[in-house]
């Protein structure tokens, strides 16, 4: 009689595959958190930054774009190592640790600035109606319903392949600065080794709303958040790191397509911009309508998936402070207050943007020079907390780490209160 093969378990199946495989699958079980937030980073406030920066100055701060890739990572990587080894969100740590009052302080400051973010983020969204020929009241109510729908699908993981697309639609800056055909040796040459205009008072203020526009406070809430979510363990820690690594590379090479179209496009022709909408109708007729309706359908993707995050992270960091039930894998039943929250926000910024003839520009402004006021805030919060043993253990920030950390906020913070102050004096933008 034949002695049948003893079927191998799953366990030895899993020893058999490659090393290389296993660590493959592993990346992307754990992909998503780091390049969303990244990715949303470059929302419409920051491309209209970018624009303004290739359209006033050309090439020139091309450099800058790549050099920020730094802060960003380390800013984030802080809220990664957070989330994957306490297994808890950024305000239920502050909450937990430092007590209700600064928890109240931290979740005021953030719900201010998250709803201004959220404002400008529809009228990103507005802004691309007009490239499209689009009624933006229409579009802006449309970006509503959609951004509710999708928070109540009931999945995380369905929400983060919906926001990882809207990733795609961003990537589409990038064609667009093929189709502005710039000079490759005048990238190299005046955007990374050419001089720098410092002394030119505009260019520094680009220097600070750039340098406002990588680091949001909504991003480190929100990170952490997808982070305890996704459900991301300290053993996946390195995988993490890669996720954020990718995405901060990712949004600035971004940034650097769209100082490199409208520099191609405008800046040659002295034509000035106020906002991203405003570039991609300018360069149309220089391009061709095609480049200018891929530009501003990476508009659309950029604010649809920043207003995503700044929702979720709102909504997120109050369910975690006052013990709501707060995830994306709860039914809209089980978690009303966290769902109703997120609806609540989105349903108020998209209404704010359909008042008849409000200043969008002014405002957008505004609220990019209010971010440096908050900024000091959520980094300090953070980097206390990424030093104390008490949550971390072991794996606290190195003495390297807390240079690099506390560097990057002190130059974050000093351009971005210099950058307010004049905002109020009237004497930016």
Same mark, same amino acid.
């Given at each position: ?11 030895? /199946?899993?020893?058999?595959?490659? !090393? ?9 079980? =754990?992909?998503g958190? @780091?390049? =969303? ?7 419409? @406030? ?5 624009a ?27 809220? /990664? ?42 009228? @990103? ?12 009241n ?51 040459k ?12 505009e ?29 991301? !363990? ?11 690594? #990718? ?32 570039a991609?109708l ?11 309706? #891929? ?10 998936? @920043? ?23 709860? !039914? ?41 006021v908050v ?27 807390? =240079? #690099?950390?506390?560097? /990057?906020?002190? =130059? ?18």
């Amino acid at each position: 009689m034949a002695v049948l093969p003893v079927p191998k378990s799953p366990t030895a /199946v899993g020893r058999e595959m490659p !090393k290389w495989r296993r660590l493959a699958i592993r990346l992307m079980a =754990v992909v998503g958190p @780091g390049i =969303v937030v990244a990715f949303a980073d470059t929302e419409a @406030g920051s491309i209209t930054t970018a624009a303004s920066s290739g359209a006033q100055f050309g090439m020139k701060l091309v450099l800058l774009q790549l050099l920020l890739i730094v802060p960003l990572f380390v800013v984030q990587e802080m809220t /990664v190592r957070l989330g994957t080894v306490t297994g808890k969100g950024h305000a239920q740590l502050i909450r937990e640790n430092y007590g209700l009052f600064w928890c109240w302080v931290s979740l005021g400051t953030m719900l201010v600035t998250n709803i201004a973010a959220l404002v400008t983020e529809f009228i @990103g969204i507005a802004g691309a109606a007009l490239i499209f020929g689009v009624n933006a009241n229409v579009m802006v109510i449309a970006a509503a319903t959609i951004l509710i729908g999708v928070s109540l699908s009931g999945a995380y993981k369905r929400a983060e392949i919906w926001a990882l697309g809207l990733c795609l639609l961003e990537l589409l800056f990038i064609p667009a600065a093929f189709a502005a055909h710039p000079s490759p040796m005048s990238i190299i040459k005046d955007g990374i080794f050419g001089s720098q205009p410092l002394a030119n008072r505009e260019y520094l203020l680009l220097i600070a709303s750039n340098i406002g526009a990588v680091i949001m406070p909504w991003m480190i809430f929100y990170q952490q958040s997808a982070t305890v979510d996704k459900g991301i !363990k300290v053993r996946d820690l390195n995988f993490a790191r890669i996720d954020t690594a #990718v995405g901060s590379v990712a949004t600035q090479i971004i940034m650097v397509a769209v100082v490199v179209t409208t520099a191609a496009t405008l800046f040659v022709r002295h034509i000035s911009v106020t906002d991203a909408a405003h570039a991609a109708l300018a360069f149309i007729p220089l391009t061709g309508r095609a480049s200018g309706i #891929v530009f501003g359908a990476g508009l659309v993707g950029a604010s649809m998936l @920043g207003a995503f995050v700044v929702s979720l992270a709102t909504a997120w960091a109050f369910g975690e402070a006052f013990q709501w039930p707060c995830s994306l894998n709860y !039914k809209c039943t089980q978690a009303k207050r966290f769902y109703g929250m997120y609806a609540a926000i989105v349903a108020l910024a998209a209404g704010i943007v359909l008042i008849p003839n409000l200043p969008l520009v002014r405002i957008t402004l505004y609220v990019e020079a209010f971010n440096a006021v908050v900024l000091p805030l959520v980094l300090g919060f953070l980097l206390v907390m990424a030093n104390d043993k008490k949550i971390l253990g072991d794996r606290v920030n190195s003495a390297f780490g807390n =240079v #690099v950390a506390i560097g /990057v906020s002190l =130059v974050c913070v000093s351009l971005g209160l210099w950058y307010f102050t004049l905002t109020m004096m009237g004497q930016a933008g």
